[in-house]
């Protein structure tokens, strides 16, 4: 078995930002493009992040699974150390902030666009499953749980490799990218098992209102930049804005209204924290008819303006 002193397993859309997402020669495959890469990383190697630095997780779940060394993160007020035979999952619309990762630490980094995770996840999962998760996102994994994700991933990562060539050749490119588009889900379905497996909460079955609500997520992530009200999610399901937010509330003691929020406002800070883009153009970006607007806005559920939160984090 390889030696990896930590596994990090991100689930992430390409975003244009200058965060952790790079371009990985190892998982770039001629068009059409895979909705995952993978990255290993070596104490010998440069790092593509530095402490404190903001992972993105609009539209993101992710974890990490420690082997050797220590990976610190912060989600929300909360501080996570996570040492060997931990995991760490996180969940869509969070901001989670890498403190530190032990020099001795080891890592294999991999990320998928949410639209690809998320239907794989609800065919095993309801709603309270997720939220669980959401609440609880660090589990202690046994040896053999740690052993078996390793080698799932070094042979995912080898082939990747494999294919990344083969696919060169255009009578190739189609099969490479669906084989590999099979074995990232495999490597989801393998990451929420050790979880479940591993946490004294069995995965629950799902009923009309789950579906609902999963429909809604996946719409979110779609929309958002663009839609901000309850009645244009509602009518995608075709039901009215009142029904619609009773279920959703239902379902994750949040309104519909309230996770359309979070959603723009963690993706607003996320631009003000970790891009150049000045607020006029984060509001041109967010979809917001001006930057006013979009200060009224942001000051309405953040306490400050986009430039004293800006100003507070010493960015220019």
Same mark, same amino acid.
């Given at each position: /078995?390889?030696?990896?002193?930590?596994?990090?397993?991100?689930?992430?859309?390409?975003?244009?930002? $200058? %965060?952790?997402?790079?371009?990985? $020669?190892?998982? +770039?495959?001629?068009?059409?493009?895979?909705?995952?890469?993978?990255?290993?990383?070596?104490?010998?190697? #440069?790092?593509?992040?530095?402490?404190?630095?903001?992972?993105?997780?609009?539209?993101?779940?992710?974890?990490?699974?420690?082997?050797?060394?220590?990976?610190?993160?912060?989600?929300?007020?909360?501080?996570?150390?996570?040492?060997?035979?931990?995991?760490?999952?996180?969940?869509?619309?969070? %901001?989670?902030?890498?403190?530190?990762?032990?020099?001795?630490?080891?890592?294999?980094?991999?990320?998928? $666009?949410?639209?690809?995770?998320? #239907?794989?996840?609800?065919?095993?999962?309801?709603?309270?499953?997720?939220?669980?998760?959401?609440?609880? #996102?660090?589990?202690?994994?046994?040896?053999?749980?740690?052993?078996?994700?390793?080698?799932?991933?070094? +042979?995912?990562?080898?082939?990747?490799?494999?294919?990344?060539? @083969?696919?060169?050749?255009?009578?190739?490119?189609?099969?490479?990218?669906?084989?590999?588009?099979?074995?990232?889900?495999?490597?989801?379905?393998?990451?929420?098992?050790?979880?479940?497996?591993?946490?004294?909460?069995?995965?629950?079955? $799902?009923?009309?209102?789950?579906?609902?609500?999963?429909?809604?997520?996946?719409?979110?992530?779609?929309?958002?930049?663009?839609?901000?009200?309850?009645?244009?999610?509602?009518?995608?399901?075709?039901?009215?804005?009142?029904?619609?937010?009773?279920?959703?509330?239902?379902?994750?003691?949040? +309104?519909?209204?309230?996770?359309?929020?979070? /959603?723009?406002? +963690?993706?607003?800070?996320?631009?003000?924290?970790?891009?150049?883009?000045?607020?006029?153009?984060?509001?041109?970006?967010?979809?917001?008819?001006?930057?006013?607007?979009?200060?009224?806005?942001?000051?309405?559920?953040?306490?400050?303006?986009?430039?004293?939160?800006?100003? @507070?984090?010493?960015?220019?």
């Amino acid at each position: /078995m390889p030696e990896y002193s930590a596994i990090c397993i991100f689930f992430v859309p390409a975003i244009n930002y $200058q %965060l952790l997402i790079i371009n990985y $020669q190892l998982s +770039t495959i001629n068009s059409p493009m895979l909705p995952f890469r993978l990255l290993s990383i070596s104490p010998l190697a #440069p790092r593509p992040f530095h402490d404190g630095h903001v992972i993105s997780t609009i539209d993101l779940c992710g974890c990490f699974i420690c082997l050797q060394g220590r990976v610190e993160v912060s989600f929300g007020d909360q501080t996570y150390q996570i040492c060997r035979g931990d995991m760490y999952i996180y969940t869509p619309s969070t %901001l989670v902030r890498l403190l530190h990762v032990s020099d001795d630490a080891e890592d294999l980094l991999a990320e998928a $666009q949410v639209p690809f995770v998320l #239907p794989i996840i609800y065919k095993v999962l309801s709603v309270e499953n997720m939220l669980w998760m959401r609440q609880h #996102p660090c589990v202690s994994l046994p040896d053999e749980s740690l052993a078996h994700l390793s080698r799932q991933f070094d +042979t995912f990562s080898q082939r990747i490799s494999q294919e990344s060539a @083969r696919a060169n050749a255009p009578q190739y490119r189609n099969l490479s990218t669906e084989l590999l588009k099979s074995m990232g889900k495999t490597a989801v379905l393998e990451v929420v098992n050790a979880y479940f497996a591993n946490w004294p909460i069995a995965p629950l079955p $799902q009923d009309k209102h789950d579906i609902v609500f999963s429909q809604f997520m996946l719409n979110l992530f779609r929309y958002y930049r663009s839609q901000r009200e309850v009645a244009f999610y509602a009518g995608l399901q075709h039901m009215s804005p009142r029904y619609f937010s009773t279920i959703v509330k239902a379902r994750s003691q949040q +309104t519909p209204l309230q996770w359309i929020t979070e /959603m723009v406002i +963690t993706e607003a800070k996320l631009l003000l924290e970790d891009s150049e883009l000045s607020v006029k153009e984060i509001a041109a970006r967010l979809n917001f008819p001006n930057q006013s607007f979009f200060g009224k806005y942001f000051k309405q559920y953040v306490g400050v303006s986009p430039k004293e939160y800006r100003g @507070r984090l010493n960015v220019p």
